[in-house]
T-cell receptor
Framework: NAGVTQTPKFRVLKTGQSMTLLCAQD?????MYWYRQDPGMGLRLIHY???????AKGEVPDGYNVSRLKKQNFLLGLESAAPSQTSVYFC????????????FGPGTRLTVT | GDSVTQMEGPVTLSEEACLTI???????????LFWYVQYPGEGLQLLLK?????DKGSNKGFEATYRKETTSFHLEKGSVQVSDSAVYFC????????????????FGKGTLLTVNP
């Protein structure tokens, strides 16, 4: 049982390049999330999904797109990277909402130059 | 909207000292409350949680009590160890489908704890 895994662990992009971050979970969770973590800002929700084939915007969705074609995978795309997207990205998953905790992946450190 | 305010760090303690990290929240309803811990270079791990008023969450010597009257969920440990050095996040999540907001985990900004030998 690997839990939540993220690929890649590190990436450096030039401004304007695109990339996709992959999140996978093997806990059969319905909900999945993408967060970014910046110094002094805590974690901010980018996009989330409440089930296969569904996605929705979080607090800071601009510049990102997501897809959830399979229940176990949640992809985060950057179409045209900007230096403001330099951050650590965390994926998480959970059983529905309310009392259920979220399980986090190890993170992807992205630098945009 | 919902929000979490936690004590800003950094907090530096000697081994075996007592720890309290304050956390208060604002929510339109009855949230579940969580403490997450992030060790250097890692993702967040759930440390403990409480889902209703007066519940006490505990794990690894840490405790926190859900106080509805003071809207607080302070993290405490009687004797910290060097291995407790990490960033601690307080978070809340709403019950039910109140506008679909039950998906969202609202985090505080985190408190860096350093424990020296």
């Amino acid at each position: 049982n690997a839990g939540v895994t993220q690929t890649p662990k590190f990436r450096v992009l030039k401004t304007g390049q695109s990339m996709t971050l992959l999140c996978a979970q093997d806990m059969n969770h319905e909900y999945m999330y993408w967060y970014r973590q910046d110094p002094g800002m805590g974690l901010r929700l980018i996009h989330y999904s409440v089930g296969e084939g569904t996605t929705a915007k979080g607090e800071v969705p601009d510049g990102y797109n997501v897809s959830r074609l399979k229940k176990q995978n949640f992809l985060l795309g950057l179409e045209s990277a900007a230096p403001s997207q330099t951050s650590v990205y965390f994926c998480a998953s959970s059983f529905s909402g309310g009392k259920y905790e979220q399980y986090f992946g190890p993170g992807t450190r992205l630098t945009v130059t | 909207g919902d929000s979490v305010t936690q004590m800003e760090g950094p907090v530096t303690l000697s081994e075996e000292a007592c720890l309290t990290i304050n956390c208060t929240y604002t929510a339109t309803g009855y949230p579940s409350l969580f403490w997450y811990v992030q060790y250097p270079g890692e993702g967040l791990q759930l440390l403990l949680k409480a889902t209703k008023a007066d519940d006490k969450g505990s794990n690894k010597g840490f405790e926190a009590t859900y106080r509805k009257e003071t809207t607080s969920f302070h993290l405490e440990k009687g004797s910290v160890q060097v291995s407790d050095s990490a960033v601690y996040f307080c978070a809340l999540r709403m019950w039910g489908n109140s506008g679909g907001s039950n998906y969202k985990l609202t985090f505080g900004k985190g408190t860096l704890l350093t424990v020296n030998p």
